[in-house]
């Protein structure tokens, strides 16, 4: 079996007025797997994400990607080395720039024809090429989300990271997106880890799902194991 | 952190250290300079001068709250004939330098003035404002727009669900007024309230002029009465102390109240007879006896001297003025925009960069002390003379006004949420390049206001142009100093006009800017 | 750090912030003043000056004290040559901390009395003012004001017109009645001036003259100069005042009447330094000393110059002969004797 695309171990996060505890996270990611970790709220979900986008330094363990250390004891490398992408629970788009530049934001190393290229392909991708020249607040909101999601994927990161990413649309955009994002992921054989606190959502993106409680992945198990479970007690609330 | 982000953080901090020295000198002097009279000051001045320092700013601060609030209040919630007008004039008396309102005030309605004349002529009734509660009055209807510009924008952006959910509640407006609109202004009005008494502590041409007995006058008493500048630094320590105690109060009223920002604009109740007379009659006396009073009576007194007048003199003096103002605005920007990276990187918030801003109520003539010793030094140490430099003249400006760019840039920060930073980062991108790319043009309006601040305050500036130009440089306020020191009020007309001509374009501009509703 | 975009803004910023106005041509001529005085008979007089000799004259005007902080900042690396101060008090507190140096040139000597300046050389009075009454002629008699000491009279009780004692005018007057009597009488003096004040002490001596013209109070204490000038005012607004005003020039207990000087020293690290006793000659001369006493109404020091004509109208002055650095010396204790007597 190929080693793990991520794997995090023992990560210890003291609590802030922010963000939340962790006391001893563990996860391991395959490539192109997607992870759902779901958990009540204050349970950690986006410190571990934050962690392992660079965001926050954790005061013990260790992140590693691909081989690499991202984080232990000594070292932490800054978010914008680690080659994560990253959607924001509230997308958190430049309201400043259009749709196509926002997209554009991530690949200014490259030249300007091959940039012009890629965020034309992503745009069409994420089926937004006719919304390129406006600007974010002109669009709904799952064309938001899609452009969230075009801006981070356009850099080819290998791991998507997204915090709470159907929660601000309403029930029938909502299905859409998830399919949307989804066959996103799959296009590019993108590993993501995706937080939420909806078992609808959990079950219909996941590969994988971890539940996490007070710092801690209780328990880590198939999508259909979990799916199982929830239909035998569909009034439980995680 | 990378080691090329760490050392970017440490030349911010040297920068900041930079700015806070000439300060510095001023606030160690007890321990490095000996002050011979302090027995007699600290007995004899420094009771006095404190007691009356306080009553002024009590009465200036409160007078122009309650101007600038109700102002505000009536323009932002109420529709009456010509209130289009009223809410941009008067933000105008901003553009007169405390010091001329002062001198023309005094030369109306003080002991001699020609208003209080015609008065005691026809009823025996002596008018006087030149005393300690005149000149709160004149200093509150200079400075009132302070609090009248932000609260004005806090009442009509603000609020509206509020207040509407106030009027759905059957509250009349005087209750609405104070039941919900001040008490969701207070952040807006403690802000504003600061600025005033930051003025007023500074102030110190109309105080000489009025016989009033301040903190900033005494420090003049020591250093030019009893030659001893060690005790005018101890004072000055002092002032910073009661400054101190200034803005930990306005901090801690802002941090009670939170507010968050709704695009809505409020709906204007629409006033009919009395009540819109009274509210035109109200604001038009407001900005008649802040503004169109002096100004008028500058204009006469210029129109009778102008055939006299040396333009020639006052050419290069505007031009002066602006190229320093110019100059200091964008130095100071330069400066506050780095020290707002600084603080944007960092989660705390730095105190360092929060005490650089403390050069705003220092008195100029005493950051001029703390440059000179600073340039002196240096000048001895390294052979380069700085004093008599435009460089320095900058730095100063740079010291003194630095709280004036910071204050609008850092509030624009506060509304950008973290997020997009952190977005910025995760798509490869280098705190410095966050700041440029997305910080920094969504500040934009905030840029241009604190360029368009420091700008209108080095135009109104005096003592420290005074001591620390060069040879044969005049500014506009120079020029009005001089006839203004031989008792020729009417020849300093002309170029105070222009100070304020100067100052209109900024204070208009600012007034513009702070309109604009959030995208 | 410092983003590519900034490094031209900043290429051009820095020269112009070091070097604007040190641009001064090297070949011509120049003396560098430092200077309290800004009156436009000054600037007049310094044209001439250059016309007449080719010198430049470079000015920087500020307040005394605020002049004094930036010699002693800026120590030998000074640029100054010339230091001209509005009172002898500055210029003995310039000479005490080493900021002038002694000059000998027997023109200036024979030009300048004696007591008018420094016995070392270290600095020369070029015009003297008198610290007088004004009083309106329709309610006081002269002979009531032959003295300071006349002022603390019951007889003005509430008539008293004077200005802030915070201003150096008042002070040095104190001073050089420390000087002949001591703190005690001159305490007792302001305290007998504080009874009769007719108002709170308030505005410019220009106020105090139109006080008396307003009935406010019937006699100011204030400078020859602002009498000599309002005499001459064509403003509409001090016609009242001009009308009912007559000066009356007090004994000090028989020394004469209180005068202060204008007077200039040559700095102590000049480096134009005959540059700027060739200027001080020239603000000595008949015509100088001519220009300042029709031009500005300040008593000239030269023997033989007469005083303007205005002010020849007011009446005799015999100035106090006190040694004018007396004023310098006593003039702290003054600003204590000021405050105990609750002279705001």
């Keep these: 079996m190929n080693p793990p695309l991520l794997s995090v171990t023992d990560l210890h996060f003291a609590h802030t007025r922010e963000h939340d505890v962790l006391a001893g996270a563990e996860l391991d990611l395959d490539e192109g797997e997607v992870l759902v970790v779901i958990g009540p709220s204050g349970c950690g979900k986006t410190t571990l994400l934050r962690c392992i986008a660079g965001l926050e330094k954790p005061e013990r363990g260790s992140i590693r990607m691909d081989g690499r250390v991202l984080s232990d004891d000594r070292s932490c490398v800054p978010p914008e080395a680690r080659g994560i992408g990253f959607v924001f629970q509230g997308l958190a788009l430049f309201p400043h720039l259009t749709v196509e530049r926002n997209v554009a934001f991530g690949l200014h190393e490259l030249s300007r024809s091959e940039r012009d290229q890629r965020v034309r392909d992503e745009l069409k991708t994420v089926g937004l090429e006719e919304f390129a020249k406006r600007y974010p607040h002109e669009l709904s909101g799952g064309q938001q989300q899609r452009v969230a999601i075009a801006r981070s994927l356009v850099r080819r990161p290998r791991l998507m990271l997204m915090d709470e990413p159907f929660s601000d649309l309403d029930t029938k955009t909502r299905a859409t997106v998830r399919t949307e994002v989804l066959r996103i992921l799959r296009t590019h054989n993108t590993a993501a880890i995706i937080v939420t606190h909806d078992r609808e959502d959990a079950v219909h993106v996941a590969d994988r799902i971890a539940e996490m409680d007070q710092g801690r992945i209780v328990r880590t198990a198939s999508a259909e194991v979990f799916r199982r479970e929830w239909s035998d007690h569909p009034f439980l609330e995680v | 952190m990378n080691a090329r982000v760490r050392l970017s953080s440490v030349w911010i901090g040297a920068l900041a250290l930079f700015l806070l020295l000439p300060i510095g000198v001023v606030i160690t002097s007890p321990f490095h300079s000996s002050a011979p009279e302090w027995n007699h000051v600290a007995h004899s001045i420094l009771p006095t001068h404190l007691l009356e320092t306080i009553e002024l700013l009590l009465l200036a601060v409160s007078m122009a709250v309650v101007f600038g609030v109700s102002a505000a209040w009536i323009v932002s919630s109420f529709d009456f004939p010509l209130r289009g007008y009223f809410r941009w004039a008067l933000v105008l008396p901003l553009a007169l330098p405390t010091y001329i309102s002062a001198i023309t005030f005094a030369g109306l309605i003080g002991p001699t003035g020609s208003i209080s004349e015609v008065v005691y002529s026809s009823t025996g009734l002596r008018i006087d404002i030149m005393s300690l509660p005149g000149l709160a009055l004149v200093l509150a209807l200079v400075l009132f727009p ?192 780095l020290l707002a990276f600084a603080e944007r990187r960092s989660k705390e918030r730095s105190r360092l960069t929060r005490w650089t801003s403390i050069g705003y109520v220092v008195p100029g003539a005493v950051i001029a002390i703390g440059v000179m010793a600073l340039a002196g030094w240096l000048t001895n140490t390294t052979g380069v003379v700085l004093i008599g430099t435009i460089g320095l003249m900058v730095y100063a400006f740079a010291v003194r006004f630095l709280a004036l760019a910071s204050q609008p840039l850092n509030a624009g920060l506060k509304q950008q949420p973290r997020a997009m930073d952190e977005a910025s980062r995760l798509l490869g991108s280098s705190p410095w390049r966050t700041f440029t790319r997305v910080n920094l043009p969504l500040l934009r309006p905030a840029l241009i206001a604190a360029v368009l601040l420091v700008l209108m305050e080095v135009v109104k500036e005096l003592p420290l142009t005074l001591i620390l130009r060069p040879f044969n440089f005049d500014t506009l306020s120079t020029k009005v100093f001089e006839m203004a020191r031989i008792e020729e009020w009417r020849d300093a007309a002309l170029p105070a006009l222009l100070i304020v001509l100067c100052g209109l374009v900024p204070v208009l501009a600012l007034d513009r800017l702070l309109d604009r509703r959030p995208r | ?323 004018l650095s007396m004023l310098g010396k006593y003039n702290a204790e003054a600003v204590k004797v000021l405050d105990a007597s609750g002279w705001r």
Excluded at chain 2, 156 to 181: K, Q
Excluded at chain 2, 204 to 231: M, P, Q
Excluded at chain 3, 283 to 306: H, R, T, W
Aim: charged share 20%; hydrophobic share 45%; with cysteine.
């Design chain 2, 146 to 337: 302070y609090v009248y510009l932000p609260v004005r924008v806090a009442f009509s952006a603000g609020m509206s669900p509020h207040l509407d959910a106030a009027r759905m509640l059957g509250g009349g407006g005087i209750r609405r007024f104070f039941r919900v609109a001040m008490p969701l202004a207070r952040p807006a009005i403690a802000g504003g309230a600061l600025l005033v008494a930051m003025e007023t502590l500074n102030d110190y041409g109309a105080v000489k002029y009025y016989g009033v007995r301040t903190l900033t006058a005494g420090i003049f008493r020591s250093w030019g009465g009893l030659y001893d500048v060690g005790s005018a630094l101890r004072l000055s320590g002092i002032l910073l102390l009661l400054v101190v105690v200034l803005i930990t109060a306005e901090r801690s009223v802002r941090r009670r109240a939170g507010q968050e920002a709704s695009h809505r604009p409020v709906v204007r109740v629409r006033l009919l007879g009395w009540r819109s007379l009274a509210a035109c009659t109200g604001c038009l006396l407001l900005f008649v006896f802040a503004f169109a009073l002096p100004i008028g009576s500058l204009l006469i007194d210029a129109e009778r001297t102008i055939e006299n007048a040396r333009f020639a003199q006052f050419l290069p003096a505007l031009g002066n003025t602006l190229f320093v103002g110019i100059m200091a605005a964008t130095v100071t920007l330069v400066i506050a925009v």
């Design chain 3, 1 to 323: 750090m410092i983003p590519n975009t900034m490094i031209p803004v900043l290429r051009l910023l820095l020269p112009l912030l070091l070097f604007y106005g040190c641009a001064a041509p090297h070949e011509q001529q120049v003396v560098n003043v430092y200077t309290h005085r800004h009156y436009d008979t000054d600037q007049a007089i310094y044209d001439q000056f250059t016309k007449a000799t080719g010198i430049k004259v470079n000015i920087v005007m500020a307040d005394d004290d605020e002049l004094l902080s930036r010699l002693e900042a800026e120590g030998v690396n000074s640029p100054a040559d010339l230091i001209i101060t509005a009172d002898a008090g500055r210029l003995g507190l310039a000479k005490q901390r080493g900021f002038l140096k002694p000059i000998h040139d027997s023109l200036l000597d024979a030009n300048i009395p004696k007591h008018l300046r420094d016995p070392e050389g270290n600095w020369f009075g070029f015009t003297m003012r008198a610290r007088v009454f004004a009083y309106d002629k329709n309610k006081v008699k002269p002979e009531e004001l032959m003295t300071y000491n006349a002022l603390c009279s019951p007889r003005f009780k509430g008539q008293v017109l004077v200005r802030p004692s915070e201003h150096v005018y008042n002070q040095s007057l104190v001073a050089a009645m420390i000087a002949h009597f001591g703190p005690d009488s001159a305490l007792k003096w302001c305290k007998g001036i504080v009874a009769n004040m007719a108002r709170d002490p308030k505005g410019s001596d220009t106020d105090q003259l139109l006080a008396i013209g307003e009935g406010i109070g019937s006699v100011a204490i204030v400078n020859s100069y602002y009498i000599g000038k309002l005499m001459n005012s064509t403003d509409p607004a001090r016609q009242k005042a001009k009308s009912v005003i007559a000066v009356a020039f007090p004994d000090m207990g028989g020394n004469g009447t209180h005068v202060n000087i204008s007077g200039g020293g040559v700095a102590a690290h000049a480096k134009h330094e005959a540059n700027a006793i060739m200027l001080l000659e020239y603000l000595c001369s008949d015509a100088s000393q001519a220009a300042f006493a029709d031009g500005n109404m300040e008593y000239p020091v030269k023997p033989g110059i007469p005083a303007a004509a205005t002010l020849q109208n007011f009446g005799h002055l015999a100035p106090d002969t006190l040694d």
